[in-house]
């Protein structure tokens, strides 16, 4: 199944004819967390949207798109001139309303221009434009496919990053233990040969108390736990990727658990290798934060 970003833009266009101008649809597309539709219609098509937005809605499910429609008319320097047929008929209509009603007035030039243009044009439009919006709609998902595929692989290689850091993590933790397990000893024996000194406490009271407190310490910063729950989250986010589909929101809660793991992985280094593997990760981790985030 293929994975689609939330960012993309097309366009479409009807063919012109001698009763109806060329009608051009136009769709961008950004990044959003629910599907947030945005219509831009002439006034002479408002009653299009429900369908529009009907189109819209069963294609898309998330991001913030605005679909934009415009007509040949919109170019033009000047209002298409009336025909006979069409004055002799307005004059005929105002003639028979006036006769019921006195009091109405008649009509501008504006307003007969206006009428001529909207009787003449208006009907025929509506399917034009229907036809370019659909294939606006479809040029939209073919363009957030191809963004989505480019995000995919982006991931991808992010993912294989973080696994040659966590590889590179992960043969450093035992040793790093050791030698700060024993710095912290010797330390520690330093202190208890001045504390000795100063009052009768039994040797092997004060070494198994030094050897305990050297157990809790190498716990403390111990990260092999954060290593294999990465790992585990790199798995989830490879499957998904490859599962395709809508992911956005669920590896975004992977991403933020990515974070939590390196975090912790940074706040527990006590050497600087694994200081310098947890900023690596970081970065690695938001550069994937960004791109997540427009994914549908």
């Given at each position: ?136 709609v479809e040029g939209l998902r ?63 009271s004060l070494h198994e108390r ?87």
């Amino acid at each position: 199944m293929a994975v689609y970003s939330m960012t993309g833009y097309a366009g479409a266009s009807s063919e012109a004819s001698p009763t109806a101008p060329a009608v051009t649809v136009e769709a961008r597309s950004v990044n959003g967390r629910f599907l947030d539709l945005a219509l831009r219609l002439p006034d002479e098509m408002r009653g299009l949207e429900p369908t529009l937005r009907e189109l819209l809605t069963a294609t898309f499910k998330r991001g913030k798109i605005e679909l934009r429609v415009s007509t040949g008319r919109e170019s033009e320097g000047t209002l298409p001139a009336p025909t006979s047929e069409q004055l002799n008929r307005l004059s005929y209509q105002q003639s028979a309303i006036q006769g019921w009603m006195p009091q109405a007035r008649a009509l501008s030039v504006n307003e007969v221009l206006q009428w001529c243009r909207g009787g003449s044009a208006a009907q025929p439009l509506d399917e034009p434009t229907l036809m370019a919006a659909r294939l606006c709609v479809e040029g939209l998902r073919e363009a957030r496919g191809r963004e989505g595929a480019r995000l995919v692989a982006m991931l991808l290689d992010r993912v294989a990053r973080l696994r040659e850091l966590a590889a590179q993590a992960a043969p450093l933790v035992p040793a790093v233990v050791q030698r700060q397990q024993t710095r912290f000893l010797e330390r520690w024996n330093e202190a208890l040969a001045t504390v000795q000194a100063a009052a009768a406490v039994p040797a092997q009271s004060l070494h198994e108390r030094a050897m305990g407190e050297a157990a809790a310490y190498a716990i403390r910063i111990d990260v092999a736990e954060e290593l294999s729950r990465l790992g585990s989250h790199l798995d989830e986010i490879e499957r998904l990727l490859h599962a395709g589909g809508e992911l956005g929101k669920r590896l975004e809660f992977l991403i933020q658990e990515l974070q939590r793991e390196a975090n912790t992985l940074g706040s527990k280094s006590a050497a600087l290798e694994l200081t310098t593997v947890s900023v690596e990760m970081k970065v690695a981790i938001e550069q994937m934060r960004e791109q997540v985030q427009n994914l549908e």
